[in-house]
């Protein structure tokens, strides 16, 4: 009996020896995508994915539709804090995204010392794959940052835009040219010199789009062969979905455009799109402005999905937050519904109030623009408050130095109206969602830290992250 049992003992251990050691030839074995694409949305969480999902239900009188991002097969969830605080900002948790290390709020692909830490564009870089970075905020930015600069804080986007020179991404896009052009030139400026960097590009063969004005000519290239481009559309970030007009490309635009570019070069390429302007609308508490940018992001999924179904065997997708804004939830107070119908008639940002001391004009811009020509004794009330705060000066308690008393008021009443409600006008350290699919997604799935998202993807492609010396 002993003999019996010390024997079933034995192949057992042979069996999980032998197991463990199939699992790490097979990690090790697996093949690495050819093209990359990471999707982040700047203040996604959950329940932003959710409302936008339920809002094109109720668009689409179709209680079926999902989001793309919400198809996926494989699901994890992240946590975000950075180094020193439980909630983080962009700049931390875009570090950890792209190089899998925590930092404190506000440092730029550097650990607190100053070290600088590798990057997943950069080892991108150095294997000798295509790189894009796109964005709806200023390519100087945060999230766009953290891929290809290194710098001790997030608002040197002076400083941000040189390193770009040296970065090799092949593929940028985005807003923000203020930070790329000389203080005494044709374009405003937010830099302290005269150095034009939109020449300094041009000069390392860059094909050029700058402005508005460039935008058709953006829609109209076709890359032949391996080409390189900078497309730099507005003075600050891109409008918001919402407020978009045709005159500025769509997220999924800049999206389809950079897989043109960069699927002429052999080597595969890694790009990161940036869905930045979710962050803004949570920040103001725009319910209708989040909506809209999560399905302009969703619409930018949609486009990497259709490249992957031509190279399944080959592409890998991956949508993650940097953390969670606005502290969104669905539902208000004791009502266990929604009614997002309420936005169906919102056309504007609450950002786009552009409120001067005119009632009359206000209430004739709400009821135009946001369906508000029924408003309540209650929510009447509301805003005649928030007018007197704007006209004594006064600013709203705990938020943003650019959001009006007079903007969140309405934003919280539309959000009332469809029973949503917010509980801060910054992050919050909540876990946030992520989705993949393709060569190695089952890898991302479960629950993580986001620097993990970062190492899992460097170990897929045999990147080394590591502190630059």
């Known amino acids: 009996m002993f003999k019996r049992n010390l024997t079933s003992r034995i192949l057992l251990l042979v069996l999980?020896?032998?197991?463990?050691?199939?699992a790490f030839v097979f990690a090790s074995s697996q093949k690495a995508p050819k093209y990359v694409f990471y999707?982040?949305?700047?203040?996604?969480?959950?329940?932003?994915?959710?409302?936008?999902?339920?809002?094109?239900?109720?668009?689409?009188?179709?209680?079926?539709?999902?989001?793309?991002?919400?198809?996926f097969p494989v699901a994890g969830i992240n946590t975000t804090h950075s180094l020193d605080s439980l909630v983080t900002d962009s700049a931390a948790a875009g570090t950890a995204l792209a190089t899998g290390f925590k930092t404190d709020n506000g440092m730029i692909a550097q650990l607190p010392d100053g070290t600088n830490v590798k990057t997943l564009v950069e080892a991108a870089e150095e294997k000798g794959m295509a790189t894009g970075i796109i964005t709806t905020m200023r390519l100087t930015h945060a999230t766009p940052a953290v891929f290809a600069a290194h710098n001790q804080s997030r608002g040197n986007e002076n400083e941000i835009a040189v390193d770009y020179l040296d970065s090799g991404v092949e593929f940028f896009a985005g807003g923000g040219y203020r930070h790329f052009v000389p203080q005494n030139g044709e374009l405003k400026s937010k830099r302290k010199d005269d150095r034009n960097l939109i020449e300094e590009f041009e000069k390392l063969g860059y094909k050029i789009f700058v402005t508005e004005n460039d935008t058709e000519k953006f829609r109209n290239y076709k890359p032949v062969g391996k080409e390189k481009v900078f497309a730099v559309f507005t003075y600050s970030h891109l409008p918001y979905e919402i407020d978009r007009n045709d005159n500025v490309p769509s997220l999924a635009e800049l999206t389809q455009k950079g897989i043109e570019v960069l699927s002429k070069y052999e080597n595969g390429f890694f790009m990161m799109v940036e869905g930045g302007k979710i962050d803004y609308a949570s920040h103001a508490n725009d319910p209708a402005g989040v909506i809209h940018d999560v399905l302009a992001f969703d619409k930018a999924i949609a486009?990497?999905?259709?490249?992957?179904?031509?190279?399944?065997?080959?592409?890998?997708?991956?949508?993650?937050?940097?953390?969670?804004?606005?502290?969104?939830?669905?539902?208000?107070?004791?009502?266990?519904?929604?009614?997002?119908?309420?936005?169906?008639?919102?056309?504007?940002?609450?950002?786009?109030?552009?409120?001067?001391?005119?009632?009359?004009?206000?209430?004739?811009?709400?009821?135009?623009?946001?369906?508000?020509?029924?408003?309540?004794?209650?929510?009447?009330?509301?805003?005649e408050r928030a007018m007197d705060m704007a006209d004594a000066g006064e600013k709203i308690e705990n938020g943003p130095s650019w959001l009006s008393p007079v903007n969140a008021a309405v934003a919280h009443i539309v959000s009332e109206r469809a029973n949503l409600f917010w509980t801060t006008y910054a992050h919050t350290g909540t876990a946030i969602p992520m989705s993949a699919i393709g060569v190695g997604a089952a890898n991302f799935g479960g629950f993580k830290d986001n620097s993990e998202i970062a190492k899992t993807m460097a170990d897929l492609m045999g990147f080394k992250l590591t502190e630059l010396k």
């Open 16 to 22: 999980i020896v032998l197991l463990g050691f199939n």
């Open 303 to 383: 486009k990497a999905y259709e490249f992957y179904k031509q190279h399944p065997e080959e592409t890998l997708i991956v949508i993650i937050g940097d953390h969670e804004t606005g502290g969104f939830g669905l539902g208000f107070g004791d009502n266990y519904f929604l009614k997002l119908q309420e936005l169906m008639d919102v056309k504007a940002s609450v950002d786009s109030i552009r409120y001067k001391g005119d009632r009359e004009a206000l209430y004739k811009y709400l009821a135009e623009n946001f369906g508000l020509d029924d408003l309540t004794d209650k929510e009447k009330a509301e805003l």
């Open 39 to 71: 999707f982040i949305g700047d203040g996604l969480g959950s329940s932003q994915r959710q409302a936008a999902e339920y809002f094109l239900q109720v668009k689409t009188g179709d209680n079926t539709v999902k989001l793309v991002m919400n198809q």
